[in-house]
Nanobody, 126 residues
Framework: QVQLVESGGGLVQAGGSLSLSCAAS????????MGWFRQAPGKEREFVAV????????FYADSVKGRFTISRSFVKNTLYLQMNSLKPEDTAVYYCAASVANPGVVPTTSSEYNYWGQGTQVTVSS
């Protein structure tokens, strides 16, 4: 059974930083591509960032490129998202997700992910 638990959300002023974590209860954590998505009120869930299971380069949505950094610890079975220079438009519920993607595939759509966390709220005030 796979369980993903996010933490680290909160309220921050524009220009500030937050760090999200996602603890993964996955026996073979290293075999999954791990991603972050977000969903703002009234909007569809959107891709934020992904890191592959074979140590490939992370991939980011254009809206967060240069501001957010995704990383993972194979020792701690944990996924991270460091968010800097936050903007009010970054306000959303952030979800981590795990994908049994084939090598070389970079999953960026919700349908490519097999497991989801419950989400953590990030609110950026102007």
């Amino acid at each position: 059974q796979v369980q993903l638990v996010e933490s680290g959300g909160g309220l921050v002023q524009a220009g500030g930083s937050l760090s999200l974590s996602c603890a993964a209860s996955i026996r073979t954590f290293s075999s999954y591509a791990m991603g972050w998505f977000r969903q703002a009120p009234g909007k569809e869930r959107e891709f934020v960032a992904v890191i592959s299971w074979i140590g490939g380069s992370p991939f980011y949505a254009d809206s967060v490129k240069g501001r957010f950094t995704i990383s993972r610890s194979f020792v701690k079975n944990t996924l991270y998202l460091q968010m800097n220079s936050l903007k009010p438009e970054d306000t959303a519920v952030y979800y981590c997700a795990a994908s049994v993607a084939n090598p070389g595939v970079v999953p960026t759509t919700s349908s490519e992910y097999n497991y989801w966390g419950q989400g953590t709220q990030v609110t950026v005030s102007s």
